[in-house]
């Protein structure tokens, strides 16, 4: 007999998605994550642009991860254009990457993804529960959001970004006046780490192929060489050589694969699996007591990885407005010139790639962008058909209630995948 | 006092304008004080299925699908209000009404034939908007406003005067008359003027200002050094479709 579980549109995701799955009595039959987010065509309405416009069209791809469809266009274009930004305004590029992680990671865990584990329907259920916990979610989504603020302007969309590097930065005391909000952010996290650890995850593994940006010396961001688990290790020029994506019959999503592999995962799990010795002293110490042991495969540990990275990324700030250095030219000269250039970051959810051509005045002839919940879409569904093939007689709510909560792990950031996906718009 | 009850419903967009509203962050546990969340989806598993008090709507109207549900909210709702470009004039997604459906359809999908989408509108198109909240996205403050507004029974109180208002207030130098490219003046306040603040142009992501003197600035931007096609896409960003723009955007 085979029995039908619709989960009409998820919750606490960012975004509109739906799942459809078809069980038998040997299991999962088949599986369909579907986006039934409207399409945008961000690929469409950049052409003929002008090349400093691109990273300002691209921040509203999403409004959870703008600063990286900035940082990753801006480096595309000016790779493009020929130009090599200086030390400093790479590193304050970083700090604003990390205060988009740090924001995005606050809010994923503890505004969306906890409530699952605590038994809760919404963070303000939660809330009444564990104000503490939620308190210092909320201070830790806090210091992101001023920190994208302090070098963006604006914590939804950043405004000082230009090509070539910012209109204005900020001076060393106010960078400095702001370690302070780092580190009770910091505190925050620490205290509390031990609830987080304390929950329940399923008990769930499976093996795959994890990728994430790796760089000798520091918890990669904005660049650095691309390495799996199943050992590939190329640069972002090559990227497309061995990553590529595929249309599929029974959804119009476009999954991807790695060349004569399998699917892939990207995001906080893998990248905490393949820069495990890239963390701070206090988030490796915080890594040994957490229970899990790195590498990892079980994808409901990602949660357990975001709180690491909180950690790690708050010391990596910190430690870059201690080293300073961060005073300098605003930005660069730019001239336009035909040429063509791609860029891979790591967005809160993995690897994000941008690929553009430009000719000689500089407007855009192709554009092409694969953000990572897109990447790893079929990754998410193989994940699904083996985590409840052990569950398949349990009630359609359990069934339902326990693959959203797979779904949520991944923190899947759908507006961004919609635009780049074969959308097929389809209501049960 | 009942509590507000409030939904936010998401279209065409990026959720920006729902984060901007999060970006409360530690004042949100206050905020729920005053209002109870009935439906968003993006926060909370609970559907209620209304009547809601205030309805905050973001995103563009793009599908038929849409634009059926937009009617529906319009139905559940006292009070609707447009959150964001996407919904109040139909925002970046606009820009693609420039090129043929087919052209930005290949130009993304492989399948175009699987792509339903009709073309890009604003909320108030297919049904009565009561607040109108511009911005991409509109400011964190903005929105508390509105909320606190729509709570004590007010009409919510938003600028109409161009960013170049708030700039001046915040003692810039013109931008314009350094001959940077600047949007100001035919763009409306509401953002604090942060782009000048900080160096950077007006962009004009709260859409047009009211009776724009569009031609003067157009003189500015060309003595700026800005070809006919850059002045024409700067108008074709966030607000191409408006009536004060769309002449200027090639409409």
Redesign the interface.
Known sequence: MNRRVYVH?I??????GSLEITLGDEGVRELKLRIF?????????L????YY?VH??TS?????C?VTHQITALRAVEKAMGVEVPEHIKKLRKLMAIGGILSSHA?HLF??AL?DYTGH????AM?KEH?DV??AG??I??AG?SLIELIG?????P??T?VGG???IPTRERLERFKGELASAKEAALKVSDFVFGLEYPDFERRCEHMALRKRGEYPINEGRVVSTEGLDISEDEYREHVYEV?VDYS?AKHSYVRGRSSFMLGPLPRVNINFDNLSDDARELADRCGIKFPCFNPFASNVARLLEIVTLLDEAMSIIEEGGLEGT?RVRVEPRAGSACALTEAPRGLNFHSYEFDERGFVKR?SIAPPTCQHLRNIELDLIEYLSDYVNESDEEIARRSQMLVRAYDPCI?CSA??L????K?E | MAKMRLAFFKFASCSGCQLSALRVNERLLDLLDLVEIDYWVMVSDLRREGPYDVAFVEGSITTPEEIEEIKEVRRRSEVLVALGDCAVTGGLNSIREWMSQKEAEKAVYENPLAIKSTSVRPVDYYVDVDVYLSGCPPSTSDIVEVIKDLALGFPPRLPKYPVCVECKLSENECLLLKGVPCMGPVVKAGCGAICPNLGRPCEGCYGPTVDPNTESLIEKLREAGLSDREIMYKFRKYAGLTKEFRREAGL
Request: aromatic letters at 8%.
């Open positions: 549109y919750s606490r995701v960012e975004g509109k987010e409207a399409p945008r065509f961000f690929e469409a309405i052409l003929g642009r002008p416009e300002e069209i509203r791809i999403c409004g959870i703008p809010l505004l969306l409530p329907p919404n963070v303000v809330a104000p939620v308190k909320l201070g989504k806090e959001d302007g604006r914590s939804v969309h405004v000082s230009v910012f209109t204005s249309q119009t605003p554009a507006s635009h780049f074969e959308v097929k718009v209501r």
